[in-house]
């Protein structure tokens, strides 16, 4: 290793066709983390506010902007996500998507079970019948009753124009019923319990046990 980073960039600029864009130096070599000046000029008049674009160029021929609209971009990252992994039948969830990097602002889309959900479901006859509201700007993926067809493996994925779109780990959400059951049971033993009290101290103050207790 010589401690050399070679930079490949090229500049781009929008607006007008008919014009040539040259560089004083297309082969830049830097040293790690030292500082590097791009030049770059353009034939045509693009007016006062012209829109200029930096991209590298990977081996592989990938291309990802570097700057873009007045900005430096930076690709996203691996999604922060939240989803829950239980919900009772009926009840609110909300599963949120968030990337705290990336530059511009990264829009999201989730997936069940690999499947892209539409922004909108209304629109899709696939999901007309699907409850839930997707925020593609905010990342957030909210039903507002859960139902057991909402059962599945979710996660989200972050992307811009900056580089190649990251995704979370998927997660499984169940839906599951209010054990009703288990809750009359419970009751059932409570109950049961208080009544054996109640007789265990009737017997004992029959027999003059509490009785004898005192008197001590």
Known sequence: MNGFVSVLLFCAATGVSGFSVTTQNNNVQVKE????????????????????????????????????????????????????????????????????????????????????????????????????????????LEFVKASPADNGEYYCEAFNIAGPAQKCRAVRMEVRDLNTGGIVAGVIVALLIVALLIVGVWFAKKKGYLDSVTER
């Not at 690709?75 to 909300?94: D, F, H, K, L, R």
């Open 33 to 140: 983390n030292q500082e590097a000046d791009l030049t770059c000029s353009y034939s045509a008049d693009f007016g006062t506010d012209p829109r200029l674009e930096w991209k590298f160029k990977d081996n592989k021929g990938s291309q990802t902007y570097v700057y873009y609209d007045k900005t430096i971009t930076v690709a996203p990252s691996v999604p922060i996500c939240n989803i829950p992994t239980s919900v009772t039948t009926g009840n609110p969830a909300t599963l949120v998507c968030h990337d705290p990097i990336g530059s511009p602002a990264p829009t999201y889309r989730w997936y069940k079970d690999n499947t892209l959900l539409p922004s909108d479901p209304s629109k899709n006859s696939n999901f007309r019948n699907a409850t839930y509201r997707l925020d593609e700007a905010k990342g957030t």
